[in-house]
Nanobody
Framework: QVQLVESGGGLVQPGGSLRLSCAAS????????MSWVRQAPGKGPEWVSA????????DYADSVKGRFTISRDDAKNMLYLQMTGLQPEDTALYYC????????WGKGTLVTVSS
């Protein structure tokens, strides 16, 4: 079955960086666009970024544009999110998501930005 397992979250100071990873299995990863979605405490989900099947196109929410970079390694079935210039408002649970006829979400990895 489809499995998405995020990792790489943690506590970081403002201005710091983190790299999130998502290990995908149970489906042909290279044939699917993938996304990152985050949910801050007490708020609804916020789409963060998406990457096309061949990595040729990446889109970002205005709130993270210029600071976050999405990438993928189809040989390893891995999705990544490089986050720089982190701010307290980036604190959230970050999910790896495969949108489609049926949406699949991982369990998330927590990113906390605090001094």
């Amino acid at each position: 079955q489809v499995q998405l397992v995020e990792s790489g979250g943690g506590l970081v100071q403002p201005g710091g960086s983190l790299r999130l990873s998502c290990a995908a299995s149970g489906f042909p990863f290279s044939r699917h666009a993938m996304s990152w979605v985050r949910q801050a405490p007490g708020k609804g989900p916020e789409w963060v970024s998406a990457i096309a099947t061949d990595g040729s196109r990446a889109d970002y929410a205005d709130s993270v544009k210029g600071r976050f970079t999405i990438s993928r390694d189809d040989a390893k079935n891995m999705l990544y999110l490089q986050m720089t210039g982190l701010q307290p408002e980036d604190t959230a649970l970050y999910y790896c998501v495969r949108f489609g006829g049926m949406d699949y979400w991982g369990k998330g990895t927590l990113v906390t930005v605090s001094s």
